[in-house]
DNA sequence: CCGCTCTTTTGTGCATACATTCGCGTGAGA
DNA sequence: TCTCACGCGAATGTATGCACAAAAGAGCGG
């Protein structure tokens, strides 16, 4: 593995993590050492950190860990929702209906899984199965990458919010929904369902 | 100005104008040499292009400009159409009347525009106020800058279609109409004047 | 005592030298 | 003649040195 990918994984993780919280200022220097570098890969790093808008101030005196604001999540949300929206329709379009029928029927007892920290992780794990699915099923790598650099932001976020098990277990019915819409190829409703989720997350870590 | 900027805006303008066609294979010894910097503040530029997805294959053997087939024409309507829709809508929420109104005024009489070359360049330069205006009015700096992202790809495949009169005079009414959405704050309309007016769009370019 | 300026210092931007890896061609052996 | 392996070369990946610029601190003047 080169030297760059290592400094930028590690920088990003950290900073996704919040073992990086917003305002530290990154300098070449010492990250360099810190991360046992040279200052040429870390600066391709921090380029790339840049471009993912999750350091900033490359011009001038070192870079900054970009903050996570209020404001920033309700814009994130705009852009998240028109995105997913149009994820949703797609996939409600041009999806394998076998294999929504097969996360339909997990989602179906999905709400038994939240009693354990064990079942939780494979709950966790059943939503980024069921994301993967409708990124496979848009058919539309751009919309995905895009997606990407939203779901980014939105993780870092998430650190913020609390996981309590009654929104959970709404999100889980909330997905179902969604499911449902995209298995019956209903594209408008597929939509909506999203739009329903997406405002429920956005109020449940606003108010948390 | 920095080498490495030069570098990146010189290579960004030299692909979108096509001077690089999609293919073009950007060796890092001989970039650096025909731009007169050296490999480090070169390889910090296509570090930057490789993020926009203008060139790839970074990892390997250097950089390919990437292309621009008729799928991802498809793919990136896609996504503009979700997000300039959301951008509408949100415009229409939080506009300042008073600019688009002025705009409103603009437009009416752009028709006119159409004849000669000097009013085709004050019409393109009054769709890009419109742009502007409408990117301001969204009050929402990630949704531009994640638009942004997407207008730069526009920007190469409006190379490969025709800019016909009637096309542009058609185009100057869909405006219009997104605009008086706009004023009258009517958000869906505005979101579905410019689903209009993008699919128009992308059906002269798929067309042509 | 406060402010301004000059100096020092620290850090970034760039260039170049060195290391490493990947690809390609050539040659030998089956 | 075909295939595989070895070596050479070129291009990428990394490290480091140098130069410049900006920020911090000290000294001087008001």
Redesign the interface.
Known sequence: M?ASDRAYTALREQILDGDLPAGTVLAEVEQSVRLGVSR?PL??AL??LA???LVSGH?GRGVVVTDVSIE?VN??F??R???E??AAR?AARRRDPAVFQHLQREFRTAHELLGTDEGLRRYYDLVQRLDDAIDEATG????V??LA??RT?IARIRRLSSDNPDRLRDAAREHLAIIDAIVDGEESLAAHATQLHLYRSLKNIVTS
Do not use: I, P
């Open positions: 080169r040429t600066r391709e380029t790339r471009s993912e808008s011009s920033r814009e994130l705009e852009v929702q028109a995105l929206e149009q797609l539309n790598a751009f919309l990458s895009t650099g939203v932001h």
